[in-house]
Each structure stands twice: as structure tokens, then as C-alpha cells.
């Protein structure tokens, strides 16, 4: 690829920080300050995942036909900004979806459909898309195991099920929305036992990531160690 000052970049050559874990770790927030920290792209690939449920709505796909799915997913035009208040907002095609994509049906079902080896498939050029000069922080659960494992940084962030559950539930009411911890607990439970067990690209550390335990851990804590880890990792290189 060639940049906006004539200098041809290989893709390979472009650093890549890649953030994995299961949900309530704090992965999106840590990753999106990272991103505006190094002034690199942000890849959201749990996004897509939940863009290709609310595609399959729009369109009245059934969330049982992978290949449907799959056409989908391939063909999603997503767009991610910020509003003017600094929240995410993110579009598909021309409509503002982000409430859609953010709420716990689409996640739960974002869950189901990233088991399918044909949406995973679909969704790979799209995640790898994102990989532009000058480099790119990319969260999700397979990030440095599948779409780059060649990242010269990856971390792997895990907290106890009881604090993930707890940061989401503060989360949500944040947001006004009222979900008993229990309810939330068993969810969260449930959708690490299918994004752990599944065939494809099941969830687990990359045999080079560096695991960080955040359950004690402020986010501006994890930051920093994770500020430290990167700094060390592109200082190698
Ligand atoms: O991170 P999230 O909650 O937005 O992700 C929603 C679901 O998408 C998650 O339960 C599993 C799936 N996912 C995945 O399988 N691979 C990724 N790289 C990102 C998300």
C-alpha cells in the first residue's frame, strides 16, 4: 500500500497491538485509549460481528443461515465516528445503528454467529482492512491467534467472571438500563463457555501474548501497564 506521501508500505510491515480477551475486561475502552494514546486506527472486530445480527434484522436473514450470514458479513458497509458529544456512534451504510449494536440481545447473538467458520471467514478482510499506516490497535477475541498473528504486540486481558459481571452491570445502569446481576452473570457465563468451546477460532491467549489479570486493576492501572508492555514490544523491533 502507498501512503498519502508516496512511501509504499508493506501491510506486514504496519505494527499492529493486538487486545484479546472476553467481555467485561475492559477491552474496548483500553484499546480506544490506546489507539488515541499512539494516534493509531482502532479496530472494533466484536463491531462486525454485532453489524453482521443487525444486517441479518434489516434484511430478515435468519440468524441460522450461514451462508446468508456469511454474504452479509462480506459485503457490510460500516462506517465508525465519533458524535460531537465524543461517543462512538457507528453506521451502516447511511443509518446511525449504534444503539442496535450495542445492546445485550445483539451481543448474545453476535455470540452465536461467531461460531460460524463462513462468517468468520467473510469477516477476515474487512478486520484486515483496518491495518493502515502508521499502525493499528485491534480488539476482539482472536486477534493475535487468527486475523494477525504476525502483531508484533499481543495481549491477553482476563478478569474474574463475579468483577466482569459487576462492570457491566455498572455499565448498563450507567446507560439507564436495569439488568439483575444474576441475569447478567449467567450471560456472560454462557457466552464465554460458546466463544471458548467453539471449533473455530475459539477464545484463548496467543502462545506469544502477554496475559494481564485486570481484576484488581483500575482501567487507567491497566493502561499504563499496557502503555508499558507495547513501548518494550516496539522497542524490540
Ligand atoms: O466484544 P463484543 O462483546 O462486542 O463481541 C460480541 C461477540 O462477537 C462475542 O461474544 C464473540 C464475538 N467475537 C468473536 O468471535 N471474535 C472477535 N474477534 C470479536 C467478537
Redesign the pocket.
Known amino acids: 500500500m502507498e501512503t498519502s506521501r508516496g512511501i509504499v508500505v508493506e501491510k506486514q510491515d504496519i505494527a499492529v497491538v493486538a487486545i484479546d480477551g472476553p467481555?467485561g475486561t475492559g477491552?474496548?475502552t483500553i484499546a480506544r485509549q490506546m489507539a488515541e494514546y499512539l494516534g493509531w486506527h482502532l479496530l472494533?472486530?466484536?463491531?462486525l460481528?454485532?453489524l453482521t445480527v443487525v444486517a441479518a434484522q434489516d434484511s430478515a436473514v435468519a440468524l441460522d443461515d450461514e451462508s446468508a450470514l456469511a454474504s452479509l458479513a462480506a459485503g457490510l458497509e460500516v462506517r465508525f465516528a465519533s458524535a460531537t458529544d465524543g461517543n462512538e456512534q457507528i453506521f451502516l451504510g447511511q443509518t446511525d445503528v449504534t444503539d442496535d449494536v450495542r445492546n445485550e440481545e445483539t451481543?448474545k447473538n453476535?455470540?452465536k454467529i461467531?461460531a460460524m467458520p463462513a462468517v468468520?471467514t467473510a469477516l477476515m478482510e474487512l478486520q484486515r482492512s483496518f491495518r493502515e499506516v502508521p499502525g493499528l490497535v485491534a480488539?476482539?477475541?482472536?486477534?493475535g491467534n487468527v486475523?494477525f498473528p504476525d502483531a508484533p504486540v499481543k495481549i491477553f486481558l482476563t478478569a474474574s467472571p463475579e468483577e466482569r459481571a459487576q462492570r457491566r452491570h455498572k455499565q448498563l445502569k450507567d446507560k439507564g438500563i436495569n439488568v439483575s446481576l444474576p441475569v447478567l452473570s449467567a450471560d456472560i457465563a454462557e457466552?464465554d463457555r460458546?466463544?471458548t468451546e467453539r471449533a473455530v477460532?475459539p477464545?484463548r491467549p496467543a502462545s506469544d501474548a502477554e496475559i494481564l489479570d485486570t481484576t484488581s486493576l483500575s482501567i487507567d492501572e491497566v493502561v499504563e501497564r499496557v502503555k508499558k508492555i507495547v513501548a518494550r514490544a516496539l522497542s524490540d523491533r
Open positions: 467481555s477491552k474496548g472494533d472486530s466484536g463491531a460481528y454485532r451481543g453476535a455470540s461467531a468468520r480488539d476482539g477475541r482472536d486477534m486475523v457466552r460458546r466463544d477460532a477464545l
